[in-house]
């Protein structure tokens, strides 16, 4: 009779086994509260649980571990106190914490006799499917979306690993990670293009088909303060024409935006923290750069080659106010929007330019500061042509709009 | 508090915002509306339940409906907490044992979601007649006998209401459904193919088509229907004949539905008792279990003994996680039937957690081709 009882009837002598296992859950999120109620119910003797996000209103709906008041704090612990509950009999040990932090390592892995990915990323799911390899440890590999799922039971030498399928790019990003936290190159061109671009050429896209809003609620703050970042830089875009407008609009992006995520210390605890570009330096290096580099779309520009394609050199610039014509995207685009303003009958909508790939002018822009932001973040550089690759064909629109 | 309206458009303007979901509610449910929409929330949020027998399955299905939003659940027990209880219940613990199990997991049910009103009824509903059952959008009945089941079907379909039966045995369990007749909307990119308004299967078949733009896409809205037929039908009826005609697919059909029919059978012959391990009853139920699975036409070779052992000493048994897949697929289909979305189950669901395998057989009496009238079959 009592908390073993069931247990021990339906599982048999696999009971002690469950009983005596140390197993590892990593995340408590949708999957994991559920998860860790099942494995507290079962009887596994100890479990330790992390996650290193808190807990948000919108979790509430599915995450049953966590209440109204358990909001901003943090789900690895209520989770622990909440489901202990369940069973006395289990150990359960939680920490709010990062998995890819150097304390989780291949030694403390090995301590485990199963691992349990509930997690929400692929780059974390990557990390700990390498951790389970080098430790030895099977794990257990789960994901869902709306009323799909899938478990993937993962063993070193007896079944295919998490990264033996390449993983499709996945095609909307989270705000946060294209405007705060990129990783991979398309982060950054995604940014150029859907909102750097559209910020200074086109109108104005909170809902670019590529941003995943659904995160939006659990970063309120950080959104606000991405809002006013757009509206500084349309406050620029006033000057567009004005012979320092290409300065203005770096050192707006690459420098004081960058500075202000810099100074987010917990956003880099555990990621390489942004290094702002220093206009006058680079544009130093890029005098002895010639603008026929845009012809050399098969490899990856270097940071003066990506800051001429951008801009111009600095005194391309002077040659500027005197109108001569200068292959510079920037400057190109910026022509072009004037020249479609002037045009325009007066009481018409203001013309706006579209991103379009095949569009020389629109990829060059996006693909260098594609790249600069790249540099600022440590991220590999991508040539045009593989950035002109990774962006969708021009998009069509209904013409009802 | 009284609203004083000063014109009909006023009245209709405050009748609208008491149905609509406010900004808090959009909040909070933000992830599932991105999932089915403001509609199916609202259809939601009216909803009443009655669920009956508050043991591991109905905590995880209380569960998932109160964190989804319903109007209202009522929870019918008439039994108390016991110690066995505590093993895979999460809503219960050792200071409950004794008390009335609707009394004691309501409050934690309650918590989940503040905005669900829970009642409490410690009857047993057994007692009741169909006028019980009317008041309730969806009627789920857990871990109940064949008896019972029967009963309770034939006032839902009385008062015309969609029932859902299921029961777990640690590794094993089923989800049925009658649903009696359900439409339901599904959304898909048009194809080039016109969708015919005619039958799709022997239970289903497309009511409606129409097209919308969405995106520069041309999106169909299907509106299908699926018909249902009463357990004390589905009880006897046969495997579909896309099973019955291919040798290969009978080979793969889970002993465990005839283990559920031999257990439903010999709860009957038994006062409602439950297998032991004792010798007569293990040698009553294989008996009962060999003739279902040759009722069934099924391959005798596909009823092993270390199944009926596996099966037999799980009886009875509350395993959490097998609960949670059938409390999570069962409240799902509820979520999906209120907002008259997706495909339903259709009708018999068996979770084989053993084996990780969840088939859904669609059990019904033989009907005529010719004349579509239902010709019962004896055997």
Redesign the interface.
């Given at each position: 009779m009592g908390r073993e009882a069931y247990p021990k009837q339906s599982l048999g002598s696999l009971y002690r086994r469950i009983k005596e296992s140390r197993v590892l859950l990593v995340g408590a999120g949708g999957i994991g509260c559920e998860l860790l109620k099942n494995l507290v119910l079962t009887g596994f003797g100890e479990i330790h649980l992390v996650d290193l996000d808190t807990i948000d209103l919108s979790n509430l709906n599915r995450q049953f571990l966590f209440r109204h008041e358990h909001i901003k704090k943090p789900k690895a612990l209520v989770a622990k106190g909440v489901a202990g509950k369940f069973n006395p009999n289990v150990k359960l040990e939680a920490y709010h914490a990062n998995i890819k932090d150097p304390m989780f390592n291949i030694d403390w892995f090995q301590g485990f006799s199963l691992v349990f990915n509930a997690l929400d990323n692929l780059e974390a799911r990557r990390h700990v499917n390498k951790m389970c390899l080098a430790a030895d440890v099977p794990l257990i590999e789960s994901g869902t979306t709306g009323f799909n799922g899938q478990v993937q039971v993962i063993k070193k030498g007896r079944t295919e690993c998490y990264d033996c399928n390449p993983k499709e790019t996945p095609k909307t990003f989270p705000v946060c990670t294209i405007r705060s936290t990129p990783s991979q190159p398309i982060h950054c061109i995604v940014w150029a293009k859907s909102y750097l671009f559209t910020e200074i050429f086109g109108t104005s896209e909170d809902d670019a088909p590529e941003f995943d809003h659904s995160e939006d609620s659990e970063n309120s703050e950080e959104i606000e303060k991405l809002r006013q970042e757009a509206q500084a830089l349309k406050r620029i875009r006033q000057s567009i024409g004005s012979p320092d407008f290409a300065r203005k609009i770096f050192e707006k992006i690459f420098g004081e935006d960058i500075l202000r995520l810099r100074s987010m210390e917990d956003m880099w605890k555990s990621r390489r923290a942004p290094e702002p570009l220093d206009f006058d330096k680079i544009s130093q290096q890029a005098l002895v750069i010639d603008t026929s580099v845009t012809q050399k779309d098969q490899t990856a520009w270097s940071l003066p080659e990506n800051f001429v394609v951008f801009s111009d050199r600095y005194d391309f610039l002077e040659r500027l106010r005197l109108g001569e014509l200068i292959n510079c995207s920037l400057r190109r685009l910026s022509a072009r929007l004037q020249d479609a303003q002037a045009k325009a009958a007066n009481g018409d909508v203001s013309p706006v330019l579209t991103f379009d790939k095949d569009d020389d002018d629109t990829l060059e822009f996006v693909a260098a500061s594609a790249n600069l932001r790249s540099i600022v973040f440590g991220i590999e550089t991508k040539s045009k042509f593989d950035i002109k690759r990774e962006l969708p064909r021009k998009e069509l629109v209904d013409g009802m709009y | 508090m009284p609203i004083t309206v000063n014109s009909a458009d006023e009245a209709a303007a405050a009748a609208d915002d008491a149905q609509t979901i406010s900004a808090d509610e959009i909040?909070?449910?933000?992830?599932?509306i991105?999932?089915w929409g403001v509609k199916a929330q609202e259809k939601l949020r009216s909803a009443k339940i009655l669920l009956v027998t508050a043991k591991a399955l109905a905590n995880e299905i209380a569960?998932n409906l109160v964190?989804?939003?319903i109007g209202s659940l009522t929870i019918a027990d008439h039994e108390q907490v016991?110690?066995?209880d505590?093993?895979?219940q999460?809503f219960v613990?050792e200071e409950d044992i004794g008390k009335n199990r609707a009394v004691a997991t309501a409050p934690r049910i309650r918590?989940?979601?503040?905005r669900v009103a829970v009642h409490v009824e410690s009857i047993d509903v057994r007692t009741r007649g169909a006028e019980y059952f009317a008041p309730f959008d969806i009627v789920i009945i857990t871990e109940a006998d064949l008896d019972t089941i029967t009963s309770i079907n034939t006032h839902t379909r009385l008062s015309n209401r969609p029932l859902y039966a299921t029961a777990s045995h640690?590794?094993y369990g089923y989800i049925f459904a009658d649903l009696i007749s359900h439409d339901y909307v599904i959304q898909r990119d048009k194809s080039n193919v016109p969708t015919a308004l005619k039958a799709e299967t022997s239970t289903r078949s497309v009511v409606a088509a129409t097209t919308r733009?969405e995106?520069?896409k041309v999106v169909e809205i299907v509106t299908k229907r699926e018909t249902y037929s009463p357990i004390a039908l589905v009880n006897t009826a046969p495997l579909p004949a896309e099973h019955l005609k291919n040798r290969r697919r009978l080979r793969q059909v889970t002993p465990l539905l005839t283990c559920i029919r031999a257990l439903w059978e010999f709860q009957r012959l038994s006062n409602n008792a439950l297998p032991s391990h004792s010798h007569a009853d293990v040698e009553l139920f294989t008996t009962l279990a060999t003739a279902k699975h040759k009722e069934l036409q099924l391959p005798p070779e596909t009823l092993t003994s270390e199944f009926l052992r596996s099966f037999l000493?799980?009886i009875?048994?509350?395993?959490?996680?097998a609960t949670?897949f059938l409390g999570?697929v069962l409240a799902?289909d509820v979520i999906n039937v209120l907002g008259g979305r997706?495909q339903p189950i259709q009708n018999f669901l068996l979770l084989d957690a053993a084996e990780s395998k969840a088939p859904v057989y669609s059990l019904h009496p033989p009907t005529n081709s010719e004349d579509g009238l239902v010709v019962p079959v004896f055997v």
């Open positions: - | 909040a909070l449910y933000d992830r599932q991105r999932l569960k964190l989804a939003g016991s110690g066995d505590l093993c895979s999460f613990s918590e989940l979601n503040p640690g590794f733009k995106n520069g000493q799980n009875g048994a509350e395993l959490a996680p949670a999570g799902q997706e």
